[in-house]
């Protein structure tokens, strides 16, 4: 089966970073996507990682190890608009399916 | 900025009744694709939809759902007999190509049409 676990609520400060994580079961894998929500909003695009590694884009940056089926979204110096829910989707390789995980929520407290 | 737009932004519907939610793609994309996500839960794949005909479709979307792309610029949703359990927002997304491995190609949402069945 298809399975993409994402802890389901988080709560940071202002000016902190957060991590958070993202683990896949998934038949077959062809790339990793990070989307935030906010509310009531169309989910807007973070990043993508396929390969193992670290991609760097301002103050977010993924990373992703195929072999662990893991992949984490880093969100530095923490803006109170960072509070939406994060999401993360995997495409399945041979359908291109995108599957996507529940979601974290992050509050951003000052 | 181009962007994917849909209509309506809501809409109310009996049960039973059929409706059609519209989306316009991005002009110079290929790949087209509706997604569903009930309040409060995760966003779900229905369908994708290249070259006028679907490429994949979830087990979500059975036989009472169906995809079109009337002209060159619309691409629609028909749900034919409505149920309570289809109330949730319907996004549609498009892409330049279909994603993955090296070359990805990001998909951009529209704002989702809320339904609400009744």
């Known amino acids: 089966g298809q399975n993409i676990d994402q802890p389901t609520e988080m709560t940071a400060t202002e000016g902190a970073i957060v991590q958070i994580n993202c683990t896949y079961q998934?038949?077959?894998?062809?790339?990793l996507f990070w989307y935030q929500q906010h509310a009531g909003e169309a989910p807007t695009f973070l990043s993508y990682?396929?390969?193992?590694g670290l991609e760097e884009k301002g103050r977010f940056s993924s990373f992703l190890s195929r072999s662990k089926g893991y992949s984490y979204l880093l969100l530095k110096e923490l803006q109170m608009k960072d509070s939406a829910s994060y999401l993360c989707?995997?495409?399945?390789?041979?359908?291109?399916?995108?599957?996507f995980g529940t979601g974290t929520r992050l509050k951003v407290l000052a | 900025e181009p962007e994917v737009t849909q209509t309506p932004s809501h809409q109310v519907t009996q049960m039973g009744q059929e409706v059609i939610l519209r989306c316009v793609p991005i002009?110079?994309?290929?790949?087209f694709y509706w997604y569903r996500q009930i309040l409060g839960q995760k966003v779900e794949f229905l369908v994708s939809?290249?070259?006028?005909?679907?490429?994949?479709k979830s087990e979500i979307f059975d036989d009472q759902f169906s995809v079109e792309r009337p002209d060159g610029s619309n691409f629609t949703l028909k749900i034919r007999s409505t149920k309570l359990e289809d109330s949730a927002m319907y996004f549609c997304?498009?892409?330049?190509?279909?994603?993955?491995?090296?070359?990805?190609?990001?998909?951009?949402f529209g704002p989702g049409t809320r339904l609400t069945v009744l």
């Open positions: 997304a498009s892409s330049e190509a279909r994603g993955g491995g090296r070359s990805y190609n990001e998909q951009f």
């Open positions: 998934t038949s077959g894998f062809n790339g």
């Open positions: 990682n396929v390969l193992d």
């Open positions: 989707a995997v495409i399945t390789s041979g359908t291109y399916k995108y599957i």
């Open positions: 002009s110079n994309h290929l790949y």
């Open positions: 939809f290249y070259n006028n005909e679907i490429s994949e």
